[in-house]
């Protein structure tokens, strides 16, 4: 990557569409990633660094104007309407779907539109777990695991009764493999991990992981909110069984997210909420429902959403999933590089983590430093990040959490260590 401030994204390391764009003054000007994001602005236009895309990702204008578009010029219902707005709006709407599928490596039959990831685990442990677990049935999570992927299966073992094992992380906070292997056994139904972890940015090896759940009949789970940003996902290829992300992680809208299945599995599954579009038949004696996707989407979608996360996957694609991995890989490690020289912080996770690092500065609480940051015009995640659990074995309460996104670049990290600097003048 670059050496100097400058994101790659606005230099020619990394060609956008559009760049290069011809100005009045006949100048040829390269057009920066960070452009299309008016959300990196203070309210007085100041450059803001938002080291929080871990959270949720700031949104292209590409993004936003898809939605306006979608709310306004373009809006009707789905699926329902005779008149032709609403068959566009219908077209567009599966058009997503089918965007979605081959952005993940799927099917489009297969792509379940929920409201998140955290819907889209509620949804499976409710629906497949409570139809193909039984009490005394194991499943697998591991210590670094975000509560969307703890607090369903628990609500689930609290119904029927099933047992919940921890896998335990490696000393550099991977998902330990290795102990997953000696802890399997044909008693376990589901291994569910997080592709990347919120936390720790370590990249848990999927295909190994699929393997070792296959070897005992479990089904494979990956939580991938923190992996779709940044690393190219083919669920066919990783061999997994279930995949969840959410949108606003995506450079998309809230409220949208899906439920990835292989279909016969999702074939196998009951619906969980019950409502229009779900049905195939309705009389007050007995319904019959729809096949998947449908038959777990009651109720009118997420539209507009819908249209944003379409728009979102092209906004990416245009760039490139592997030039923006690379990016943030390229980010971290001089992050974490800098970091190490101050002294006075712990990295927490390996050296190599994905776009995300978590720290502690010495004698300093997170939500101080966040405080003091946020005055140097830099937002940081301070706090558990949903993973208690991690927090526990990581021994602390919280950590401090910076974590990049296309739009990131160097500049962010001189803001974050000036801060780190104030901060430690300040509690000196
Ligand atoms: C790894 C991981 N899993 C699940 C979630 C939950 O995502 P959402 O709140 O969008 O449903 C998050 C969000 O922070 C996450 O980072």
């Known amino acids: 990557m670059n050496s100097g401030l ?14 290069g764009v011809s100005t009045a003054s006949g100048t040829n000007e390269v057009h920066s990633v960070r452009q299309d994001f008016p959300g990196l602005l203070t309210a007085t236009g100041q450059p803001w660094h938002y080291l929080d895309t871990a959270a949720t990702a700031q949104k292209p204008q590409a993004v936003i104007d898809a939605t306006v578009r979608a709310m306004g010029a373009d809006y009707a219902t789905v699926h329902r309407g005779v008149y032709a707005r609403s068959a566009e709006m219908t077209l567009a709407f599966e058009a997503a779907r089918r965007k979605v599928a081959q952005f993940i490596g799927g099917q489009e ?19 497949w777990g409570g139809t193909h677990l039984k009490a005394g049935d194991r499943i697998l999570l591991s210590q670094l695991e975000h509560h969307a992927n703890i607090v ?14 921890v896998c335990p992380l490696t000393h550099d906070g991977r998902i330990d493999l290795d102990a997953a ?40 789970l990956l939580d991938g909110c923190q992996a ?12 997994c069984d279930f995949y969840v992300f959410s949108a606003h992680k995506l450079y998309g809208p809230t409220g949208i997210g899906a439920l990835w299945a292989r279909a016969e599995i999702l074939e196998g599954m009951p619906p969980w909420h019950g409502g229009g ?18 038959r777990f989407e009651a109720g009118t979608p997420a539209i507009v959403e819908a249209i944003g996360l379409a728009a979102a996957i092209d906004y990416i694609e245009a760039i490139g ?27 927490f996770g390996p050296e190599d983590s994905a776009g995300i690092v978590s720290f502690a500065l010495d004698g300093v609480h997170p939500h101080d430093l966040g405080t003091i940051l946020d005055e140097e015009g830099v937002a940081i995640r301070a706090g558990h990040h949903c993973a208690q659990p991690l927090m526990d074995h990581l021994g602390v309460p919280a950590t401090a959490r910076a974590s990049f996104g296309i739009y990131s670049d160097e500049s962010d990290i001189a803001a974050l260590l000036r801060g780190i600097e104030r901060t430690k003048r300040i509690f000196a």
């Open 228 to 239: 779709v940003p940044r690393l190219p996902v083919d669920v066919a290829a990783l061999g």
């Open 321 to 347: 999933i592997e030039a923006i991995g690379a990016h943030e890989l390229a980010l971290t490690a001089k992050a974490r590089e800098e970091l190490r020289r101050l002294n006075s912080v712990t990295l």
């Open 277 to 294: 579009a779900m049905i195939d038949r309705v009389t007050f004696a007995r319904t019959t429902y729809a096949p998947p996707p449908a």
């Open 181 to 220: 292997t000696r802890m399997l056994t044909p008693a376990h139904k589901l291994v569910a991990f997080a592709h990347i972890s919120n936390v720790l940015g370590s990249v848990v090896d999927a295909r190994r992981a699929a393997t070792l759940a296959h070897q005992v009949g479990a089904k494979l």
């Open 6 to 19: 400058q994101s790659p994204f606005a230099s020619s390391a990394v060609e956008k569409p559009g760049a």
């Open 109 to 127: 039959n297969e792509v379940v539109f929920t409201r998140g990831a955290t819907e889209a685990i509620n949804l499976l442990a409710h629906s």
């Open 152 to 165: 369903p299966w628990q609500m689930l073992r609290e119904r029927i009764g099933i047992e919940i094992d």
